[in-house]
């Protein structure tokens, strides 16, 4: 089967989690125990969560592209797939941005009034010292041009592949090689910049050498989990018959390597900040690890013991169920990063996991997973024309 059916079963389970979330935050609103501050950082939670793992889908297809990698092709359109949620991620992160800069919620410290002006009961000197950088004009030129950047690319990716299909020959192949090289330059300096103003900034007394790239591997993981879960779907359905145990074994390797670049960030930030003990810098993970103790603990272990236990051995990285199951796992351990990415800054001790946060979860999901399968259905599953089509279909490893 070349063609993807979005069958109406599929559209009915998403559509019935994405009334979950509504109907969460329709809640969420009415009980007067729920604070909107709450919801709203839920929403850049899930927000960012899906839309990361969407933008993953645009950051592999141009590594590979660069590097003329040949074994990711019959896994093409699942990335693309993946990406296209882009846009949709995009609108729910400015939401939440404009809420924020509108003071419907807390969440960044120093958008608050007249915490830069002197003569304010609000006036806090760090803050207005940083202020040439936070400032709501330049953060929110940065974010809208990071936005529209990496929106903009990523269809640029998904029209050129189309193209493809229909014209072959190199010139496109070799055209997305430029592309991916321009692309990838931006993005390496605008994933940190963004790290910075949207995540770094909800705690602006601190600030982290390593954050950019702690957060990058987070986005990393999480994208290549859910384009093996979908592979893992796909190919339970039937489909993508060209997808052999060689490329389950890639897809395993990475989700096994990138869980411990994850590790070695979050091990090296923490244990520096830790064994220096400096008052300025002590201060991002003393709520974390006072007021969410076991909970941000257990994060780390799943994160981190989970692959190394069951992702180890070269049968296990072959075997899709197995691997299905540890990939769940660990998707939900990096939701749970970006929780503590965010949560403790933003909610203080005041956060917790309810029913307002899986309700949302489900919600997100459920659109992320709509629009994905979507553009399953819009074109055939393997590409066809690229230059290294047959490379990939033969693709083994011993």
Known sequence: MDQFTFTDKSKKIFIALILIGVATIIYGVLDSSVSSHRIWTSALINGWFFFSTAMMGTVFIAINSASQSGWIVVLKRVFEAVSMYVPIGAITLILVFIASSLHWNHIYHWMAEGITDPNSSHYDALIAHKEPYLNLPFWWGRALVILGTWVGFTYIYRRKSLKEDKEGGTKIYTGSMVTSAIF??????????????????????????????????????????????????????????????????????????????????????????????????????????????????????????????????????????????VSVIIFFGHWMDIYFLITPGAMKADGQIGIIEIGMLFGYLGLFLFVVFRELSKAPLVVKNHPLLEESKHHRIN
């Open 184 to 325: 990838l330059v931006f993005f390496s300096y605008s994933s940190v910049v963004a790290s910075w103003d949207w995540f770094m900034s909800i705690d602006a007394h601190w600030f982290s050498t390593l954050y950019g790239w702690y957060v990058f591997s987070g986005m990393w993981i999480a994208g290549m989990i859910m384009v093996f879960l979908l592979t893992h779907y796909l190919m339970g359905k039937g489909y993508l018959k060209e997808v052999n145990a060689s490329h389950i074994h890639d897809l395993g390797k990475f989700i096994f390597g990138i869980s411990f670049l994850w590790t070695y960030l979050f091990f090296s930030q923490f244990m520096l900040i830790w064994y220096a003990n400096i008052p300025e810098e002590v201060t991002y993970y003393i709520p974390r690890l006072n007021d969410y103790t076991w909970s941000f603990w257990g994060m780390v272990i799943v994160n981190f013991v989970v692959p190394m236990l069951f992702l180890m051995s070269k049968t296990t990285k072959r075997n899709r169920n197995v691997l299905a199951v």
